[in-house]
């Protein structure tokens, strides 16, 4: 069907259909990688605001997302 992609659920081993118009994906970037990406955005938002906030413990959760990330785009080399 055109304008759809095939991916897998998280949940299953069964494909599942996205119904993102091609305007709303990135080009050349897997369904994977733009995951990491909004991912690493969301961490690094939350990271900056633990810190505005002076939360320290925040702060050290966010930083070993950020580290899980990375680790998880070096080992599928997603990473520069």
């Known amino acids: 069907v055109s ?3 095939t ?3 998280r949940d299953s ?3 599942v259909t996205s119904r993102a118009a091609p305007s709303e994906r990135v080009v050349g970037m897997s369904e994977f990688q733009q995951e990491i990406q909004a991912r690493l955005a969301s961490v690094q938002k939350s990271l900056a605001e633990a810190r505005l906030e002076g939360d320290d413990y925040l702060v050290q ?3 070993g997302e950020l580290e899980s990330l990375e680790r998880i ?3 599928n ?3 520069s």
């Open 13 to 15: 081993h069964l494909p």
């Open 61 to 63: 959760v966010h930083l």
């Open 3 to 5: 304008g759809n992609v």
């Open 7 to 9: 991916a897998r659920s």
């Open 77 to 79: 080399t997603l990473a």
């Open 73 to 75: 785009a070096d080992e």
